[in-house]
């Protein structure tokens, strides 16, 4: 099992910028294909960003793209979420997630059921 810490969340005001860290251990960070969530209040928890295990490969909800950036340093064992552009829209609890080998298929990765680990969760609020 993998444990991970998200940090860097935070009160930002819109337009403004932050950056999210995700510390994994328990497994090798490389062979770990890894995402971002979110969960608004009263809403479900919604897909916002994938990254494969060697950081070449990346995908975005539409609702971040352009503005959002998903990357990695497998040396520290870190996954980050750098956050530009923020809108009130994007209030909420920041979660990361492992999705270790054998991988999940192509139609489960922008799902819940395609991650096996999960962290505790970051605060993240835009105030307009």
């Known amino acids: 099992q993998v444990q991970l810490v998200e940090s860097g969340g935070g009160l930002v005001q819109a337009g403004g910028s932050l950056r999210l860290s995700c510390a994994a251990s328990?497994?090798?960070?490389?062979?770990?294909?890894m995402g971002w969530f979110r969960q608004a209040p009263g809403k479900e928890r919604e897909f916002v960003a994938r990254?494969?295990?060697?950081?070449?490969?990346?995908d975005y909800a539409d609702s971040v793209k352009g503005r959002f950036t998903i990357f990695r340093d497998n040396g520290k064992n870190t996954m980050y979420l750098q956050m530009n552009s923020m809108k009130p829209e994007d209030t909420a609890v920041y979660y990361c997630?492992?999705?270790?080998?054998?991988?999940?298929?192509?139609?489960?990765?922008?799902?819940?059921?395609?991650?096996?680990?999960w962290g505790q969760g970051t605060q993240v609020t835009v105030s307009s």
């Open positions: 997630a492992a999705d270790p080998p054998p991988y999940s298929s192509a139609n489960l990765r922008r799902l819940l059921s395609g991650y096996d680990s």
């Open positions: 328990g497994r090798t960070f490389s062979l770990l294909a």
């Open positions: 990254i494969s295990t060697s950081g070449t490969s990346t």
